[in-house]
């Protein structure tokens, strides 16, 4: 079983950068892909950002392009999400996901099966 812990939450003030790390402390064998996602209380869990294992293919939701970048440590088996000019709207708990992927859907929180506690991103204007 693969077990997911985020870091690098915090609280920043708007145009802020961020770096999220999330380490897996097992293989990832039996999984294709991880990915990032964020949610706020009350509401679905969104999902931000998400890659393939094999290829390292970055797949992003509407709110992260040209702002997120999603990364992987093959060697440290870490997963990174880079946050530059953040926005108050921003503002969530960060989720660290792994699962068995289909074809399409990464941004699905069904594809996943495996999840971190969670990170607080504090974005203030």
């Known amino acids: 079983q693969v077990q997911l812990v985020e870091s690098g939450g915090g609280s920043v003030q708007a145009g802020g950068s961020l770096r999220l790390s999330c380490a897996a402390s097992?293989?990832?064998?039996?999984?294709?892909?991880m990915a990032w996602f964020r949610q706020v209380a009350g509401n679905n869990r969104e999902g931000i950002a998400s890659?393939?294992?094999?290829?390292?293919?970055?797949v992003y939701g509407d709110s992260a392009k040209g702002r997120f970048s999603i990364s992987r440590d093959h060697v440290k088996n870490e997963l990174y999400l880079q946050m530059n000019r953040l926005k108050p709207e921003d503002t969530a708990m960060y989720y660290c996901?792994?699962?068995?992927?289909?074809?399409?859907?990464?941004?699905?929180?069904?594809?996943?099966?495996?999840w971190g506690r969670g990170t607080q991103v504090t974005v203030s204007s």
């Open positions: 996901a792994a699962g068995a992927c289909g074809d399409a859907g990464l941004l699905s929180s069904a594809q996943y099966n495996y």
């Open positions: 890659i393939r294992l094999h290829s390292d293919s970055p």
């Open positions: 097992r293989s990832s064998y039996g999984t294709n892909c």
